[in-house]
Nanobody, 124 residues
Framework: VQLQASGGGSVQAGGFLRLSCVAS????????MGWYRQAPGKQRGLVAQ???????NYADSVKDRFTISRDNAKNTVYLQMNSLKPEDTAVYYC???????????????????WGQGTLVTVSS
């Protein structure tokens, strides 16, 4: 299973970006999908998460500015980021809880997988 993130870049404060993350491989099912971020000198923390049923959870710092969504048919999660602030500058990582299809053809337990990270830079 692999997660491929895209959509990062550099924007001015007040601007917007949309991140995408596609999960690929021998996937049986995906439970939660989400985005985390890590700013220089800080620990990685949750930005937003969405369950397979569509329930969302956001960090307080991004509520009302960011929107997470997913397309289950495409195994893809999105993060629409509006009204970006300099403090949103970080490397953003996608994350998914995945049951893969094992060599026997049976589904595995659920494991966490991470994308490679995409840099978001917001200038003032």
């Amino acid at each position: 299973v692999q997660l491929q993130a895209s959509g990062g870049g550099s924007v001015q404060a007040g601007g917007f970006l949309r991140l995408s993350c596609v999960a690929s491989g021998r996937i049986f099912s995906i439970k939660k999908m989400g985005w985390y971020r890590q700013a220089p000198g800080k620990q990685r923390g949750l930005v937003a998460q969405v369950t397979s049923g569509g329930t969302t959870n956001y960090a307080d710092s991004v509520k009302d500015r960011f929107t997470i969504s997913r397309d289950n048919a495409k195994n893809t999660v999105y993060l629409q980021m509006n009204s970006l602030k300099p403090e949103d500058t970080a490397v953003y990582y996608c994350n998914a809880g995945v049951r893969s299809i094992g060599s026997t053809g049976l589904p595995s337990d659920t494991y966490d997988y991470w994308g490679q990270g995409t840099l978001v830079t917001v200038s003032s």
